[in-house]
């Protein structure tokens, strides 16, 4: 009973991941050129939970940067020169990910698997930061919601730069933007505000943007950051 209770507690504390997801991406990645473009553009060796797979991804990143072919020899090839072979499971274990490989109809579909449980852990470890640093007591409230919120921060920007479009539904979208603002005939090019000043320094709101109004105290004068 006792037994059954540590493997249930330890299966608990087991953090997201999904290792069958990533071994049959990095199989797929041995075989499919096409996706390790898709992949190289939206993971890093850190987002992988196995660290077997976070050594072969990134010789796949080294591979793909100098323009060489990625497959088993060529990776392979590397892992022996840097001395990790043995730390991946040597060349059956590279070999056995292609028997994953059958399963894989939909690249991106396992990619979007390891990033949401990558993220999974980042908001696991930023929640135990937070618990952590509240219980020592040795920093302020301050300096311990700074920490968390950098983390949870940077986590939201990195999802937000692995969005993407494809170029041709881009490129339609910016010549229909281009054409409106053309026939508008004006300076604002974004949303106008009514404050002549503002929307003069700033051309208008616009999507994504960020702008801050301010000024020194008793200045009398605003400063626009955008």
């Not at 850190?46 to 940067?65: A, C, D, R, W």
């Not at 002549?196 to 200045?219: C, E, H, M, Q, Y």
Request: proline fraction near 3%; aromatic fraction near 6%.
């Amino acid at each position: 009973m006792e037994s059954a209770q540590k493997s249930f507690d330890n299966m608990v504390k087991m953090p997201p991941c999904d290792i069958q997801a990533e071994k049959a991406l990095i199989g797929k990645l041995l075989v499919d050129q096409e996706l390790v473009t898709e992949a190289m553009e939206m993971l890093k060796p850190e987002h992988f939970y196995g660290p077997e797979h976070k050594t072969i991804f990134k010789v796949m990143q080294k591979l793909n940067s100098a323009s060489e072919p990625i497959d088993i020899i060529t990776v392979k090839n590397v892992l022996q020169t840097e001395g990790d072979i043995i730390k991946v499971g040597g060349l059956e274990y590279l070999t056995s990910l292609l028997e994953n490989v059958t399963i894989l109809t939909n690249g991106q579909q396992y990619i979007d698997i390891i990033l949401e449980k990558y993220k999974l852990r980042t908001v696991i470890e930023a929640g135990n930061l937070l618990l952590n640093l509240g219980f020592s007591g040795s920093e302020s409230t301050n300096s311990i919601i700074d920490q968390v919120e950098k983390k949870i921060y940077q986590l939201a920007m990195d999802s937000e730069k692995r969005t993407y479009e494809k170029i041709d539904k881009v490129l339609v979208d910016t010549l229909n933007e281009l054409n409106e603002l053309y026939n508008r005939k004006s300076g604002i090019t974004g949303l106008a505000t009514g404050l002549v000043d503002f929307d003069r320094k700033t051309t208008g709101l616009k999507k994504s943007s960020l702008i801050i109004l301010a000024a020194r105290p008793r200045n009398g004068e605003i400063c626009i950051s955008t």
